[in-house]
């Protein structure tokens, strides 16, 4: 191959990789001006403006003020909204009241309604609640206005459901689905969500039973911008993370899509969650599902979307949805192997294919999966030894994480090519039997064990192909062996950014050895490169080049502050106080109220409070012992009844507080209840660290306990009463943060917290 033309391809491959980024979102243009009958992202955005102006949490001023908002507009366009409250502690815990907004329109028919659903109560304590979940919220608003400007009867009921507490542990969905009266006519929900504040809007089916009729569905709808394969809700079921939509799933049996982006994947529950920060064409992508899909859905029988039947599915540009049958799995598989055999049988009767050199193709494979997948392993590890302040971004994706893929893809693909470089001499024919037999043998055990990624066998056609092309052909066409690799770079170039945006800088290695795989599904190309070192030499340049620019923006400024934190901690019974952070590299903001003294927490001091990963104090200092009124506790009863113990009491605030957390420490209980809710005794012997409840308190509630456990066990509970006023909490001096600094996100934080214990012996 002359060099002008790899150097063409090798271009043409990077321009048709970024295309198919720019290709899965609708492009953004200012849109306010359309006609009232359509979807105006612009009309979307004034909505989340006005959603997240303050934090607004469950028990936060602004949280009620948003509530009124979106009751004003549902009467705005002709709607009865109606209010659902009460308490629910939902599967992990977490107790709070949730008051639901709904609203219905009603259809021409009787039959199943459609469940345009989304939350409007931001994550606790500072999160502005834009992305998350503000745009879906906004989204179904202006989509609802837009349907009904449109003035088209349809023949199901509509019903438009904002939860509350979504973010302390699905409770509004809980409330709604276990004893609102309009589940029982619920048959679909599309549900709108963030985990970031822009990129594409990934669609995730949710259903017990097999997903083939919701992907037909889904089709015939045809949005015109999918972003779906059956990879992603195969892992995504595999992670602890669930959406109101998991409920309806759980509970009733109700299925529906999820459409959630998460990319910018650092504003998720924290300060910068902002309409400013939000990407409007994300915001445009979440309104050009809802469309095409209310429109079909509002007249679909959506009684009939159950299936046994499963089928893959994924999105490629120019085709969007592409899906079949899982009964197509394995005979592709048995296709693609009477392929390769039969590839394999020609080359070697012909005497094209060399045993030695065969056997030698492997070692270049072997050599570029280990490099490959150790700098993918360690890259995490290593930019926190570099950079110890990464490990305060709880999320695990930093501000430049975009320039860390881009350079560890570049490192992969330098050192795929230098691993052939070694093998320069041995024949592309023969070199190209062991990726071929590795990719296929890959795509057979994903096939097996996670049949959901078994589309990764589609690029691999092309791979046999160029493969049988090379074998045949002395002078093959280099453009028709590109064009036999589009496929490759379309269904995997997605991941190679998708996996560490949405799973955390630690899953680079996802993005080296997808780069491994293109790089072998594209091998009958770039196999063919005369200056493989040079191009080997290219990677490791722009890895350079890429690593420069990241250690230029891993500082922190206004646009990327730094998440900090600060607590003041008091145990009531030893009347002792000191301050506290989760920092693992304070803040100077934070060293002012730490000190030098500070240091690592003894084992009891807040060693049981619960966080989102588990996080834990980093350092602790003595503190001013202030004079906060502690919370009036009163056993109510404590009687026993045939051998067990039953003690009633109640905990009362006598401050504005925001949360309480009760631990049981290794008491076993038979039986519990929080302010009448009762704790599945699945979630009492399943509990981690001992904890009973987390009470999210509203309106300064008082929390009622009920335990039950056996007579002669001694009982422990440990009380941590916290409130987030610190900065504003007049017996304290706290300044506001410097602008490069932002409250850390998934814990207690800006808290003034107290400490009590009550033994029951």
Same mark, same amino acid.
């Given at each position: 191959?002359?060099?002008?033309?790899?150097?063409?391809?090798?271009?043409?491959?990077?321009?048709?990789?970024?295309?198919?980024?720019?290709?899965?979102?609708?492009?953004?243009?200012?849109?306010?001006?359309?006609?009232?009958?359509?979807?105006?992202?612009?009309?979307?955005?004034?909505?989340?403006?006005?959603?997240?102006?303050?934090?607004?949490?469950?028990?936060?001023?602004?949280?009620?003020?948003?509530?009124?908002?979106?009751?004003?507009?549902?009467?705005?366009?002709?709607?009865?909204?109606?209010?659902?409250?009460?308490?629910?502690?939902?599967?992990?815990?977490?107790?709070?009241?949730?008051?639901?907004?709904?609203?219905?329109?009603?259809?021409?028919?009787?039959?199943?309604?459609?469940?345009?659903?989304?939350?409007?109560?931001?994550?606790?304590?500072?999160?502005?609640?834009?992305?998350?979940?503000?745009?879906?919220?906004?989204?179904?608003?202006?989509?609802?206005?837009?349907?009904?400007?449109?003035?088209?009867?349809?023949?199901?009921?509509?019903?438009?459901?904002?939860?509350?507490?979504?973010?302390?542990?699905?409770?509004?969905?809980?409330?709604?689905?276990?004893?609102?009266?309009?589940?029982?006519?619920?048959?679909?929900?599309?549900?709108?969500?963030?985990?970031?504040?822009?990129?594409?809007?990934?669609?995730?089916?949710?259903?017990?039973?097999?997903?083939?009729?919701?992907?037909?569905?889904?089709?015939?709808?045809?949005?015109?911008?999918?972003?779906?394969?059956?990879?992603?809700?195969?892992?995504?079921?595999?992670?602890?993370?669930?959406?109101?939509?998991?409920?309806?799933?759980?509970?009733?049996?109700?299925?529906?899509?999820?459409?959630?982006?998460?990319?910018?994947?650092?504003?998720?529950?924290?300060?910068?969650?902002?309409?400013?920060?939000?990407?409007?064409?994300?915001?445009?992508?979440?309104?050009?599902?809802?469309?095409?899909?209310?429109?079909?859905?509002?007249?679909?029988?959506?009684?009939?979307?159950?299936?046994?039947?499963?089928?893959?599915?994924?999105?490629?540009?120019?085709?969007?949805?592409?899906?079949?049958?899982?009964?197509?799995?394995?005979?592709?598989?048995?296709?693609?192997?009477?392929?390769?055999?039969?590839?394999?049988?020609?080359?070697?009767?012909?005497?094209?294919?060399?045993?030695?050199?065969?056997?030698?193709?492997?070692?270049?494979?072997?050599?570029?999966?280990?490099?490959?997948?150790?700098?993918?392993?360690?890259?995490?590890?290593?930019?926190?030894?570099?950079?110890?302040?990464?490990?305060?971004?709880?999320?695990?994706?930093?501000?430049?994480?975009?320039?860390?893929?881009?350079?560890?893809?570049?490192?992969?693909?330098?050192?795929?090519?230098?691993?052939?470089?070694?093998?320069?001499?041995?024949?592309?024919?023969?070199?190209?039997?062991?990726?071929?037999?590795?990719? &296929? !043998?890959?795509?057979? #055990? +994903?096939? *097996?064990?996670?049949?959901? $990624?078994? =589309?990764?066998?589609?690029?691999?056609? @092309? /791979?046999?192909?160029?493969?049988?092309?090379?074998?045949?052909?002395?002078?093959?066409?280099?453009? &028709? !062996?590109?064009?036999? #690799? +589009?496929? *490759?770079?379309?269904?995997? $170039?997605? =991941?190679?950014?998708?996996?560490?945006? @949405? /799973?955390?800088?630690?899953?680079?290695?996802?993005?080296?050895?997808?780069?491994?795989?293109?790089? &072998? !599904?594209?091998?009958?190309? +770039?196999? *063919?490169?005369?200056?493989?070192?040079? =191009?080997?030499?290219?990677?490791?340049?722009?890895?350079?080049?890429?690593?420069?620019?990241?250690?230029?923006?891993?500082?922190?400024?206004?646009?990327?502050?730094?998440?900090?934190? +600060?607590?003041?901690?008091?145990?009531?019974?030893?009347?002792?106080?000191?301050?506290?952070?989760?920092?693992?590299?304070?803040?100077?903001?934070?060293?002012?109220?730490?000190?030098?003294?500070?240091?690592?927490?003894?084992?009891?001091?807040?060693?049981?409070?619960?966080?989102?990963?588990?996080?834990?104090?980093?350092?602790?200092?003595?503190?001013?012992?202030?004079?906060?009124?502690?919370?009036?506790?009163?056993?109510?009863?404590?009687?026993?009844?045939?051998?067990?113990?039953?003690?009633?009491?109640?905990?009362?605030?006598?401050?504005?507080?925001?949360?309480?957390?009760?631990?049981?420490?290794?008491?076993?209980?038979?039986?519990?209840?929080?302010?009448?809710?009762?704790?599945?005794?699945?979630?009492?012997?399943?509990?981690?660290?001992?904890?009973?409840?987390?009470?999210?308190?509203?309106?300064?509630?008082?929390?009622?306990?009920?335990?039950?456990?056996?007579?002669?066990?001694?009982?422990?509970?440990?009380?941590?009463?916290?409130?987030?006023?610190?900065?504003?909490?007049?017996?304290?001096?706290?300044?506001?943060?410097?602008?490069?600094?932002?409250?850390?996100?998934?814990?207690?934080?800006?808290?003034?917290?107290?400490?009590?214990?009550?033994?029951?012996?």
């Amino acid at each position: 191959m002359k060099p002008t033309v790899s150097v063409l391809t090798f271009l043409g491959f990077l321009g048709l990789s970024y295309w198919a980024f720019l290709a899965a979102t609708p492009p953004y243009t200012p849109d306010s001006g359309l006609p009232e009958s359509e979807f105006s992202t612009d009309r979307a955005m004034e909505h989340v403006k006005s959603i997240s102006t303050r934090p607004h949490g469950v028990g936060f001023p602004a949280h009620s003020e948003v509530r009124r908002y979106l009751v004003e507009q549902l009467k705005a366009m002709g709607l009865e909204p109606q209010i659902q409250s009460g308490y629910t502690a939902g599967d992990w815990g977490n107790l709070s009241k949730a008051v639901n907004i709904l609203a219905r329109i009603p259809g021409t028919k009787r039959g199943k309604a459609l469940v345009l659903l989304s939350h409007y109560d931001s994550s606790p304590h500072s999160s502005f609640g834009a992305s998350d979940a503000g745009s879906g919220v906004a989204t179904i608003l202006e989509g609802v206005r837009a349907s009904l400007a449109r003035g088209k009867a349809h023949q199901n009921d509509i019903i438009i459901l904002f939860t509350d507490a979504e973010e302390l542990g699905l409770n509004g969905a809980d409330l709604f689905v276990n004893q609102h009266p309009w589940t029982r006519d619920a048959g679909l929900v599309l549900n709108f969500e963030a985990r970031g504040s822009g990129g594409a809007s990934y669609m995730l089916i949710e259903t017990n039973r097999g997903n083939a009729k919701l992907i037909e569905a889904f089709s015939e709808a045809d949005p015109p911008y999918p972003v779906a394969n059956s990879l992603a809700y195969s892992i995504y079921k595999m992670l602890p993370n669930d959406t109101d939509l998991t409920v309806f799933r759980e509970d009733a049996d109700i299925e529906g899509f999820n459409f959630a982006f998460i990319d910018d994947h650092y504003d998720y529950h924290t300060a910068l969650d902002r309409a400013d920060r939000l990407d409007p064409g994300t915001l445009a992508h979440q309104g050009s599902y809802l469309m095409p899909l209310l429109a079909y859905f509002a007249e679909a029988d959506l009684s009939a979307l159950k299936s046994l039947d499963d089928r893959i599915y994924f999105n490629v540009p120019l085709f969007g949805q592409v899906s079949y049958p899982f009964e197509w799995i394995w005979p592709l598989m048995a296709l693609a192997g009477v392929l390769f055999l039969s590839i394999l049988g020609y080359g070697f009767r012909s005497g094209k294919l060399r045993l030695k050199g065969v056997a030698a193709g492997f070692a270049p494979l072997g050599l570029l999966l280990a490099l490959n997948g150790l700098a993918g392993y360690f890259a995490w590890p290593l930019l926190k030894a570099l950079y110890p302040a990464y490990a305060d971004m709880l999320h695990g994706f930093t501000y430049n994480g975009h320039l860390y893929i881009a350079a560890w893809s570049a490192l992969a693909l330098g050192l795929c090519f230098w691993a052939y470089s070694l093998f320069q001499k041995i024949a592309l024919r023969d070199l190209l039997v062991a990726p071929t037999l590795f990719v &296929l !043998l890959l795509c057979a #055990g +994903l096939s *097996a064990y996670l049949p959901g $990624a078994a =589309f990764f066998l589609i690029p691999a056609f @092309g /791979l046999l192909l160029g493969w049988m092309i090379v074998l045949s052909q002395d002078y093959p066409n280099p453009y &028709l !062996l590109a064009f036999l #690799g +589009l496929p *490759a770079l379309w269904v995997f $170039a997605p =991941f190679v950014q998708m996996l560490p945006v @949405g /799973l955390g800088l630690k899953m680079m290695v996802g993005s080296t050895i997808m780069c491994s795989l293109i790089f &072998l !599904l594209l091998l009958p190309t +770039l196999g *063919a490169y005369p200056k493989k070192r040079k =191009f080997a030499l290219a990677g490791g340049v722009a890895f350079l080049a890429l690593m420069l620019g990241a250690h230029i923006k891993s500082g922190f400024a206004q646009d990327t502050p730094k998440p900090t934190s +600060l607590l003041y901690v008091k145990d009531l019974d030893r009347d002792t106080a000191h301050w506290a952070t989760y920092e693992k590299v304070p803040s100077p903001w934070t060293l002012a109220f730490l000190g030098s003294a500070a240091g690592p927490p003894d084992p009891g001091q807040a060693g049981t409070l619960s966080s989102k990963y588990g996080t834990g104090f980093s350092f602790v200092s003595q503190a001013p012992v202030k004079a906060i009124p502690a919370p009036e506790i009163t056993v109510l009863s404590d009687t026993l009844l045939g051998g067990q113990r039953v003690i009633d009491l109640r905990i009362e605030p006598r401050r504005d507080v925001n949360r309480l957390e009760v631990f049981t420490g290794n008491t076993p209980l038979t039986a519990a209840a929080v302010n009448g809710i009762a704790l599945s005794e699945f979630y009492l012997n399943n509990r981690r660290g001992g904890k009973l409840v987390t009470h999210y308190i509203s309106d300064n509630d008082p929390t009622e306990l009920r335990l039950e456990f056996p007579a002669g066990e001694p009982l422990e509970l440990t009380l941590y009463e916290g409130s987030n006023n610190l900065l504003e909490n007049p017996l304290f001096t706290v300044p506001p943060r410097p602008a490069e600094n932002i409250p850390m996100p998934f814990v207690l934080n800006d808290a003034v917290l107290l400490i009590k214990k009550l033994r029951f012996d």
